[in-house]
């Protein structure tokens, strides 16, 4: 089960932190990531870690976004800087298992219920 939190309203050039609380998997085997999906267009990977613990994030948001998991990994964050109106999309966090892509959504079964990130 995964529960998000932290979505809101800001301004350009904000930022914003994204919390993801996760439960009954063994954090071992599992991958995780998070995802967005703006009205209209695909769902796109925005920033992953893999089993190994090696995170990856998209092109448009490197150097702005970082993901981090605390140390029970249990929850997972997604630190947002230098916000952009192109930002602004629904936010979930997801989990799989020993992720081949961690940026692609077909390699996750578990989902959140979505957060939503507007910069205006």
């Known amino acids: 089960q995964l529960v998000e939190s932290g979505g809101k309203t800001v301004q350009t050039g904000g930022s914003l932190r994204l919390s993801c609380q996760a439960s009954?998997?063994?954090?071992?085997?599992?991958?995780l990531a998070w995802f967005r999906q703006a009205p209209g267009k695909a769902r796109e990977g925005v920033a992953g870690?893999?089993?190994?613990?090696?995170?990856a994030a998209a092109d448009s948001v490197k150097g702005r976004f970082t993901i981090s998991r605390d140390s029970a990994k249990t929850t997972l964050f997604l630190e947002m800087n230098s916000l952009k109106p192109d930002d602004t999309a629904m936010y979930y966090c997801?989990?799989?298992?020993?992720?081949?892509?961690?940026?692609?959504?077909?390699?996750?079964?578990?989902w959140s219920q979505g957060t939503q990130v507007t910069v205006s």
């Open positions: 997801a989990t799989g298992v020993y992720c081949a892509n961690v940026l692609s959504p077909s390699e996750y079964g578990t």
């Open positions: 009954g998997y063994h954090h071992s085997a599992y991958c």
């Open positions: 870690i893999g089993t190994n613990g090696v995170a």
